[in-house]
Each structure stands twice: as C-alpha cells, then as structure tokens.
C-alpha cells in the first residue's frame, strides 16, 4: 500500500505541473474528430468576430470543458459547452428591452426561422431559437443604416459567410472570406486582409484575394505554431 501511495503522490505532483494550454492542445490534436466532428483544423473560423479559431478550452476552475474562440475575453463566442457545471459565461447576447426580435422569414435549405435581433453591439441576424450551451449561427448589422430596410434576402446573404473562396496555391489550405462587426475580410490559415469598401464581396474571387493577402494591410492573429519542449510521459503501471 505504501508503494501505491508514492506513486499516486508522484504522478498527482506530475500532472500539477503541466500546462493546462498544452493539455488543451493535445487533447485537441488526439479527440480532434469527436470535438470538430464538422470542421478541419484549418477551417475552424469563430463566426461570431471572424478572426479568432474555435479552441476546446477548460474553464476558468476547471470545473468544465467548452469550444470557444481563441480571442477571448476580446470576442466571448461559445459555440458549445461539454459539461452542465461550466462557469463560462453564456455566449447569447443580451436582447436590449427597447428592441423586440423580429422574424424575418426562414432558410430555404432547413426552414429554421431567421430572426432580426439586437445585442449590446448592435443588430444582428440570427438563425433560430437561442438553446443553452449553443451559439445559433448570427450576422452583423453594423453596416446596415436602415434596419427597418432588412429582409430575408439579405440575411440569407450575411449568414453564408465566412465562405471558401478557393485553396491557396502554395499549400491547398482554404482561402475565405469572412463579414464580422468590422466588415468584411479575406483569410488564409493565421493571415488575415481586409476587403476594400469599394470592394463588393459578392464579386471576390480567390485571385483576388491572394492579392489582398500579399498586401501591406494584412495581419496575423492566434497563437503561432511553434516547436515546444516535448515532455517526458508519465507511464502508470
């Protein structure tokens, strides 16, 4: 019994002692199809500023697992939670008491009800009811003068972004481009350009948003993809 206890005691020590980002990392890379089951490593864009990259995280106690954006606290966006005792904070907005939601119609491809809200940061679309440890997917307004103005039609036009626009030719990774609160911007991995107001996003094609992405205006965002110390395995026995 003492010799279970020693060794229980060093492998409680070891594993106070890692890093919970690269446990997250791991973790990441091993059960990457059950936490993505949609999305790719490349592709996992957070909807709500279009800049960060969804990241399975461990809540602030560890008291919980969630997906959420890599910018956070900049950009809160939960797009689901892996336990009922997360103390993360919830990722719908507050609708502001002035404004009541209003439904604009529905999507033509699943019939889900296509909502005209308003949050703390503006207006914005949104596709569905909000359910707890859900995102529903959601639009920016910021760019719209006339919210009276706002129809289906050009909801279903925000809401199919961020959208592949092509692969870029150096490493077959997904070039997009994205709308957030910002406007409208090109990607490619951890590259990020914004579109010219003069620009219609309708027309960008991959070719041109190469150009952006070779431009003086682009920007890098996330965590850089570094080589770190590999650590010895704790063996159990």
């Not at 003492?2 to 890692?18: G, I, P």
């Not at 791991?26 to 500023?49: H, Q, T, Y």
């Not at 579109?195 to 850089?224: H, I, Q, S, Y």
């Amino acid at each position: 019994m003492k010799d279970y206890w020693e060794r229980f005691s060093k492998y409680c020590t070891d594993a106070s002692q890692l890093d919970v980002r690269k446990v997250e990392r791991m973790l990441e890379e091993k059960f990457g199809s059950i936490l993505f089951p949609d999305l790719d490593s490349d592709s996992r864009i957070c909807p709500s500023c279009s800049e960060g990259t969804l990241r399975f995280k461990v809540s602030r106690y560890g008291e919980g697992y969630f997906i959420g954006c890599d910018r956070h606290p900049k950009c809160k966006y939960i797009a689901r939670t892996l336990s009922q005792d997360d103390d993360e904070p919830e990722a719908s907005e507050e609708t502001q008491r002035t404004f009541t939601p209003r439904l604009l119609g529905v999507m033509p491809d699943s019939s889900e009800k296509v909502f005209l809200k308003q949050g703390p940061y503006g207006y914005y679309v949104q596709v569905g009811e909000d359910k707890k440890g859900l995102s529903p997917k959601r639009a920016s307004l910021s760019e719209v003068k006339d919210i009276d103005s706002v129809t289906i039609e050009d909801a279903i036009e925000l809401l199919q972004y961020p959208k592949i626009l092509g692969k870029h030719p150096d490493d077959d990774h997904p070039v997009l481009i994205t709308h957030s609160k910002a406007g409208y911007n090109v990607r490619h991995r951890r590259t990020l350009a914004p579109v010219p107001k003069n620009v219609d996003p309708k027309k960008m094609t991959v070719e041109r948003a190469l150009k952006l992405l070779g431009g003086k205006n682009v920007k890098k965002f996330g965590r850089p993809k570094g080589k770190t110390k590999k650590q010895e395995p704790v063996e159990w026995h």
